[in-house]
């Protein structure tokens, strides 16, 4: 079957920070992504503000965090990255962070999750808002999922289904 809105490799459950982090990750390596979140709009209420320095460090690595040295073109440091094969898989590289970011940082959720979804859309992921799951079953080889929507009930298939719905999440009852 061709891929399409309703037919995915991977079907996140989801659209919070873990979602659309999961969606923008695996759609830059060319899997077709589609993400369903039950709000029509990023939630903007504060919850998370503050980052620890292994999620500064990693989310740097993977360019979703700027601390201002990092990004100075004219600084050698930003170009260093070394190529190197594991498991059998050629052709890989890992760069270097610039620098460390800092030990704590103070960063909205809101602006992450945004950061996030835009990553996973420009990397072709689909996100559609106002699909609330409402229904998972799954089989040997796919998952089924039904969301309720704004305009009714639509029914989606995928090779993996990810339960990215937070803590009283549909996907794990
Ligand atoms: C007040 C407050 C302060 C916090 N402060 C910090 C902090 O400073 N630092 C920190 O690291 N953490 C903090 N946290 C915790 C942090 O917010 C959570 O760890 C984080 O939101 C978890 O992300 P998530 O993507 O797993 O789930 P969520 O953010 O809960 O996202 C789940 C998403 O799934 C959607 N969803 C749920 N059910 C369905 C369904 N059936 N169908 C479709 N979509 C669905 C929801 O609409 C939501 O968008 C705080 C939390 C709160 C409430």
Same mark, same amino acid.
């Given at each position: 079957?061709? =891929? $399409?809105?309703? &037919?995915?490799?991977?079907?996140?459950?989801?659209g919070g =920070?873990?979602?659309m982090l999961l969606a923008a990750e695996l759609a830059e390596r060319g899997v077709h992504t589609v993400v369903l979140e039950a709000e029509t709009k990023p939630r903007d209420a504060p919850r998370a503000g503050t980052l620890h320095a292994r999620t500064v460090q /990693?989310?740097?690595?993977r360019g979703y965090l700027s601390v201002p040295d990092a990004?100075? =073109?004219?600084? =050698?440091?930003?170009? &260093? $990255?070394t190529g190197f094969h594991f498991a059998g898989m050629p052709l890989l590289r890992i760069p270097a962070p610039t620098v460390e970011g800092p030990p704590v940082l103070g960063v909205p959720q809101s602006a992450l999750e945004?950061?996030?979804?835009?990553?996973?859309q420009e990397a072709g992921a689909v996100v559609l808002r106002d699909h609330t799951v409402c229904e998972v079953r799954s089989s040997e080889r796919s998952g089924?999922? /039904?969301?309720?929507?704004?305009?009714?009930? &639509? /029914?989606f298939e995928a090779d993996y289904v990810a339960g990215c719905d937070g803590a009283r999440s549909v996907v794990r009852t």
């Amino acid at each position: 079957m061709k =891929p $399409s809105a309703e &037919r995915a490799q991977v079907l996140v459950v989801g659209g919070g =920070p873990v979602g659309m982090l999961l969606a923008a990750e695996l759609a830059e390596r060319g899997v077709h992504t589609v993400v369903l979140e039950a709000e029509t709009k990023p939630r903007d209420a504060p919850r998370a503000g503050t980052l620890h320095a292994r999620t500064v460090q /990693t989310l740097l690595r993977r360019g979703y965090l700027s601390v201002p040295d990092a990004t100075d =073109p004219g600084d =050698p440091r930003a170009r &260093r $990255s070394t190529g190197f094969h594991f498991a059998g898989m050629p052709l890989l590289r890992i760069p270097a962070p610039t620098v460390e970011g800092p030990p704590v940082l103070g960063v909205p959720q809101s602006a992450l999750e945004e950061t996030f979804a835009a990553r996973a859309q420009e990397a072709g992921a689909v996100v559609l808002r106002d699909h609330t799951v409402c229904e998972v079953r799954s089989s040997e080889r796919s998952g089924r999922v /039904t969301a309720l929507t704004g305009d009714g009930t &639509r /029914t989606f298939e995928a090779d993996y289904v990810a339960g990215c719905d937070g803590a009283r999440s549909v996907v794990r009852t």
